[in-house]
């Protein structure tokens, strides 16, 4: 029996929930990783895994084991990546980021990374559904606004700030809201994404304000969103990391500067013995230089 391939295949079922999904992870059969898992079992003369029909659970060995396990897996990797490549990193990184964020921003700042360290295959997954790190076998997610999680590695990366557009057409159209709480006399376009999308926040004379809005478009996408902006269509709260250079050429203009709505924190959030990985914190400083600048 190879200890090595049992150990990849105990931390995988513990780390993603299920033999099937570790399988998945590992590229292997569901069945091959539970025969690893019982020749690792006998082989440590214990159980590690209580198994129901319905349920799994780790043992207290098993709890102990996990831990040690992780350890030696980690050491192999950095070993692996001392030696390995050119540049001395090499392997995969496997980043989940939010779907329209990641088709710009992120998928820009990998794509560079690759090029400086081409012994590196950097692999993301775009969603908009928040992705399970553990079970999607995630190095790195990329999220957008607060965190609760409080048991995930946390690195800042920039943020964005919430600014209210609308495009000239709309104003000549239906005229120009002075402040935050007109805009229930004007058609929004809502974002869904957003925590409220039927209450803007925004901060006027040092009090928090949410300010009721409707309007007959909604979207999941603030690139969808703009598209309705720019036609004139109504007025739209946009991250400004989507609004490119439209506010600069005139194509939108911006409401109520004086009058501040939220700033959003842009994390990598990582489990923590992904962290460690030399690939991976390398591949995070890259993306807050360039996702910072």
């Known amino acids: ?75 192999l990797e950095q070993l692996d990546s001392e030696f390995e490549g050119s540049d001395g990193l090499s392997g995969i990184v496997r980043v989940a980021a939010p779907l329209t964020y990641g088709d710009t921003a992120v998928a820009s700042a990998a ?53 209210v557009v609308v495009a000239p057409s709309y104003i000549a159209r239906h005229g120009k809201p002075e402040h935050p709480i007109h805009l229930g006399e004007h058609i929004c376009i809502r974002d869904s994404n957003n925590p409220g999308p039927n209450r803007w926040p ?25 598209f309705p902006t720019l036609t004139g269509s109504g007025i739209f709260i946009c991250p400004d990391i989507f609004l490119g250079d439209n506010l600069e050429t005139g194509h939108l203009v911006e409401l109520f500067t004086g009058c501040q709505s939220r700033t959003l924190p842009i994390h990598a959030v990582q489990l923590p013995f992904a962290f460690r990985k030399p690939r991976v914190k390398v591949f995070v400083e890259f993306m807050k230089r360039e996702i910072g600048s």
């Open 202 to 226: 925004f901060q006027i004379e040092g009090q928090q304000m949410l300010v009721p809005v409707t309007g007959p478009f909604l979207a999941n996408s603030p690139p969808a969103c703009l």
């Open 111 to 163: 794509d560079k990374f690759a090029q400086e360290h081409p012994n590196v295959t950097v692999e993301l997954d775009l969603s908009d559904h928040q992705a399970d790190l553990a079970k999607g076998g995630f190095d790195i997610a990329i999220r957008i606004g607060d965190l609760s999680d409080s048991s995930l590695i946390v690195r800042k990366l920039g943020e964005t700030h919430m600014k």
């Open 1 to 75: 029996m190879d200890r090595l391939d049992g150990m990849q295949s105990f931390v995988a079922v513990v780390e993603t929930g299920s033999f099937a999904t570790a399988g998945q992870r590992l590229n292997i059969s569901n069945k091959l990783v539970s025969k690893r898992v019982a020749q690792l079992e006998n082989h440590l003369g214990m159980t590690l895994l209580h198994r129901t029909t319905r349920s799994m659970s780790r043992t207290h060995e098993g709890e102990r084991y996990l831990e040690g396990a992780r350890r030696v897996l980690l050491e």
